[in-house]
């Protein structure tokens, strides 16, 4: 799943508010725990060093999906929910953002000791991949983050931010050990932020002559400017516009949730009963668990799962959110004890959607939708950092 590109992320103010983050928690753990049964853990290592998977994640969970802010987010969600059950998970997350980052290689050391793997060299992977990325790299980003995130078996990944000192713009860096042949050679998995001109790399493989070894890199010896990469572009506007989505993706989507359409497939049964707007979740958290690299290209779709604080698309309907953290949490937990079938069906959802797809003709416009979620807000439990959603006068008699 190795991507290289860039991204444009943005700043935007204000912090996640408690009632949301402990949401992101709840369905965090168990989308974690859905992949590793039936994938295994280097199947989520592996897409967490993809950044357009990244970036779906912490859209779906309900982090602004355009925002610098889900980088933060996402490594804070995932280090309380994986570390208290790493023996079980086999996945351990380490560092952070600001003086969090400074613990890693003590973090690293502590985890070799309990687990038998070689920590000293788990710990030189965590600072050489930092000082790649704030050194060899100029590219005028001061990391701020560092998080490794690494398995029982030894493969790791890595996921650091930095602030560009000038225009206040972020970069996301993405490693992974599975792709990794060199820290010397093109070692990134992928690589996120605005292009804002000339970009001093040593690590790029046409760089081979000035290497003289990884800390002797000097930013006076430059052999190749970084250039070309395909990136993804991530607006800096706080919204969500129709340009941001495949509406033949999210279509497909939105009319397999409908019940009339759910009772027609008898791999949804055990479904049966879900209100179509929690079904629609459900399928969009179901794609970030099985869906292939491709299917994220798009990552402004997930948010049409639940929202975010800001609003955009709409507010995040926290009932809906709450049913589909249960409806994963069982589905998750008899999967422990062997009876797969309800995940198996969450999967299907996936399924079904992209076959769907195939033949689907998009038949209403995305203003039309987002103006439906924001007025059935209320219905929903909507909530945002601006406080509780309500109904229009016209509508008072229809739902109080």
Not at 119 to 136: C, H, I, P
Not at 196 to 223: F, H, R, T
Not at 319 to 328: L, S
Not at 336 to 352: F, H, P
Request: net charge positive.
């Amino acid at each position: 799943m190795k991507r290289a590109g860039t991204a444009d992320l943005a700043l935007f103010g204000g912090n996640i508010p408690p009632w949301l983050f402990d949401r992101m928690k709840k369905l965090a753990l168990p989308m974690v725990e859905a992949i590793i049964l039936q994938n295994g853990k280097d199947d989520f290592l592996a897409r967490i060093s993809d950044p357009f998977w990244f970036q779906s994640f912490g859209a779906v969970i309900g982090m602004d999906w355009n925002s610098s802010g889900v980088t933060t987010a996402v490594m804070r969600a995932l280090k309380d929910v994986i570390n208290p059950a790493s023996k079980e998970l086999g996945l351990y997350v380490c560092g952070g953002k600001g003086k969090e980052s400074l613990k890693t290689p003590n973090e690293l050391l502590d985890i070799g000791y309990k687990t038998g793997l070689n920590g000293t060299e788990l710990a030189r992977a965590s600072k050489l991949s930092a000082k790649v990325d704030n050194t060899a790299l100029q590219d005028g980003f001061n990391l701020y983050l560092h998080s490794f995130i690494l398995s029982d078996s030894g493969k790791w990944s890595v996921i650091q931010q930095g602030m560009h000192t000038k225009n206040g713009k972020a970069r996301r860096y993405h490693w992974h050990s599975g792709n990794l042949t060199s820290f010397t050679n093109e070692p990134h998995a992928a690589i996120c932020g605005i292009n804002d001109g000339k970009i001093i790399n040593l690590v790029d493989k046409q760089a081979q002559p000035a290497q003289k070894g990884m800390l002797e890199i000097s930013a006076e010896n430059p052999d190749k400017v970084l250039k070309g990469l395909p990136h993804l572009l991530v607006p800096s506007y706080c919204d969500v516009k129709a340009k941001d989505i495949d509406m033949k993706r999210l279509g497909s989507i939105l009319w397999l949730a409908q019940e009339t359409e759910t009772n027609n497939f008898e791999d949804l049964l055990l479904l049966k009963g879900m209100g179509p707007r929690t079904l629609q979740s459900l399928a969009l958290v179901s794609e970030v668990i099985h869906g292939t690299p491709t299917r994220f290209s798009d990552p402004a779709r997930f948010s049409f799962a639940h929202g975010a604080k800001n609003s955009k698309p709409f507010p995040v309907p926290t009932k809906v959110y709450d049913e589909t953290i249960a409806t994963m949490k069982e589905a998750v937990e008899k999967a422990k004890i062997g009876d797969k079938a309800k995940l198996m069906a969450v999967e299907k959802l996936t399924k079904l959607s992209q076959k769907a797809e195939q033949n689907f003709v998009p038949n209403g416009g995305f203003e039309e939708l987002v103006k439906k979620e924001n007025e059935d807000s209320h219905r929903y439990g909507g909530r945002s950092i601006s406080g509780r959603s309500k109904p229009k006068n016209d509508q008072l008699d229809l739902f109080n």
